[in-house]
């Protein structure tokens, strides 16, 4: 009986060890996972792509530069607070053994420039790095018509012309006050939901592929976009810090390129610094 006791001690102690060395593993694994701050976005139905002729900071009118007008019914989901940063992304490279990429050198407006990696800012990452990322921190990119409708505020919306503001300036860094760059997340005002950066400061991928000629096929709820694209170009929105919100006359636009309606299309292999991400994830 001694035996069986002394046994049945050594045997839990051990069992006890193996399960505290799991928690500390598991705990050092998803240790991004647990930093991303969430928001909750209740569905609903809304009219996506409302405006649809936008006028250019040069006053030419530009079509075609918005996703698909449509009502769209959305079920709820998540959206990360914030756009992904530099720190965020480390931990994902440092937990799957993954090479840190390399920072850009040339800024979205063509000049040169040797970035270093500032944990603090927005990971200016390729299309399939901003997957890969949200897939290990259990979510996925945020459709297109998730991401418009979270910026608009979803059921919290104003109806603002931008995210939280009707004023850009006051929610994103655009090229009237950005000193012609990114900055770190989270500085400025949030939209109804108390989301970041969804004006400005840098675009962010979202799933769907871009192939305008098809959008029409797409299901109006829950839409994920084309099933393939025109070549291999992705959508990205918000735009970024490099465009202006006034026209030359310092007068704001009546349809500024950074409202939540609009998309930019880009090879999902681009990196430099107008493009960035955040995640989302199903409720």
């Known amino acids: 009986m001694l035996v069986s006791s002394n046994f049945n001690r050594v045997f839990v102690v051990k069992l006890t060890f193996i399960i505290l060395i799991g928690l500390i593993v ?19 139905t809304f009219e996506q792509g409302k405006n649809q002729i936008l006028i250019s900071p040069k006053g030419d009118t530009i079509k075609g530069f918005t996703s698909p007008h449509r009502m769209v019914e959305l079920d709820d989901f998540y959206i990360s607070k914030y756009e992904i940063t530099v720190k965020q992304f480390k931990e994902f490279c440092k937990n799957t053994a993954r090479k840190m990429p390399n920072a850009p ?14 944990d603090e800012n927005p990971m200016l990452a390729t299309w399939d790095e901003a997957n890969d990322f949200a897939k290990w921190a259990g979510g996925r990119l945020p459709t297109e018509a998730e991401w418009e409708y979270a910026a608009k505020g979803g059921k919290q919306t104003k109806g603002f012309k931008y995210s939280g503001s009707n004023n850009p300036i006051e929610v994103g860094w655009v090229k009237e006050n950005s000193n ?10 949030p939209n109804e939901l108390g989301i970041y950066d969804m004006t400005g400061n840098v675009g962010e991928w979202v799933f769907d592929w871009y192939n305008p000629e098809k959008d029409s096929l797409v299901n109006n709820k829950n839409p994920q976009g084309p099933a393939e694209g025109e070549g291999n170009y992705k959508i990205s929105k918000g735009v970024s810090w490099f465009y202006e919100t006034q026209n030359t006359n310092g007068e704001p636009l009546e349809y500024g390129i950074h409202m939540p309606e609009v998309r930019y299309q880009s090879p999902k292999n681009t990196r430099n610094d107008g ?6 994830k199903s409720n």
């Open 105 to 118: 050198i040339e800024s979205a407006n063509g000049i040169k420039v040797n970035y270093k990696w500032i």
């Open 26 to 44: 598991f705990t050092s694994c998803t240790k991004s996972q647990e930093e991303t701050e969430w928001i909750f976005v209740e569905g609903g």
């Open 275 to 280: 493009f960035g991400f955040r995640i989302a």
């Open 180 to 189: 012609s760059t990114f900055h770190k997340v989270g500085l400025l005002k």
